[in-house]
């Protein structure tokens, strides 16, 4: 049984870092495409990035572009997200999410979820 552990999450005041963790568990063998997502309140859940098997691939949404990396460890099994240069409408549940497809955008895609971390921006 694949689980997905988030862990990070907290109030970080605008302008400031904050790091989000993902561990995988329970599976050996090809390694999972990995995504963030998140679901900020009132609003739909959204992607905001994405990394290949391999690493040397990572897509982002738009608004977080030049200020959130993806990055994995194939040996931990694990896949973090640094989120630079916070703003309050980052707040929101982060998921992290596993794909046996390339890098998919869409949610629908992913076959694994986390439980969410919840982030909160303060301005």
């Known amino acids: 049984q694949v689980q997905l552990v988030e862990s990070g999450g907290g109030s970080v005041q605008a302008g400031d870092s904050l790091t989000l963790s993902c561990a995988e568990s329970?599976?050996?063998?090809?390694?999972?495409?990995m995504g963030w997502f998140r679901r900020s309140p009132g609003k739909d859940r959204e992607f905001v990035a994405g990394i290949n098997r391999s690493g040397n691939l990572r897509e982002y949404a738009e608004s977080v572009k030049g200020r959130f990396t993806i990055s994995r460890d194939k040996a931990r099994k694990t896949v973090s997200l640094q989120m630079n240069i916070a703003k309050p409408e980052n707040t929101a549940v982060y998921y992290c999410?596993?794909?046996?497809?390339?890098?998919?955008?869409?949610?629908?895609?992913?076959?694994?979820w986390g439980q969410g971390a919840q982030v909160t921006g303060t301005a």
């Open positions: 329970g599976r050996t063998g090809t390694p999972f495409v």
């Open positions: 999410a596993a794909s046996s497809n390339l890098v998919p955008r869409d949610a629908r895609e992913y076959e694994y």
